[in-house]
């Protein structure tokens, strides 16, 4: 896979579920990020986790980072409606922290 | 809260011309991108710039693409002579890059579309 893609490409849950997302990655990494973007809107930052982290946390949304696998996974706990949107994984890498490559994305549909 | 905004939301042009897309990072940031987004594809990395330079750029950026901080608010795409496959949403993003701040905030986007 490239870097930066992630898993599953579509996600379909009802209201209150948590919806997980993962990505993975091939290069070494600063820093990894997480983005949503609304149907042909602009780019939401989520959070950022660092290459020495392994876990953060952001209101309803938990990200962990498993260097030695190359992977990340974004979990939003009790989703609503207004969470339907695609979810971006962007990687920093360690040569070039200000560069981000972006993955294909994760559509996630929560149904009412 | 502070946002980057980017000026025109949607550009037309014919093939061939030139054209410039605005955008205002957020005032205290120090790092400023461009990225573009082909309709269904990734978001792609265009070109960073710190302290009135290209820091990076990518393959895409070649010679009919430059960018300029003209003042101290605004900092501009120009497409030199569009083709058709430039038609993408060009996004512009800024960071801090200060005390560990390595977020990169993005703007609303603007649709650029050649004829």
Redesign the interface.
Known sequence: SQQGEEDPQALSIQEGENATMNCSYKTSINNLQWYRQNSGRGLVHLILIRSNEREKHSGRLRVTLDTSKKSSSLLITASRAADTASYFCATASSGSARQLTFGSGTQLTVLP | EPEVTQTPSHQVTQMGQEVILRCVPISNHL?F?W?RQILGQ????LV?F?NNEI??K?EIFDDQFSVERPDGSNFTLKIRSTKLEDSA?Y?C?S?V?RN?R????????TRLTVT
């Open positions: 790092y991108y990225y990734k978001v792609e990395f960073s710190y820091s990076e990518s949403m996004f993003a960071s890059r560990s390595d977020e990169q905030y993005f703007g609303p986007g």
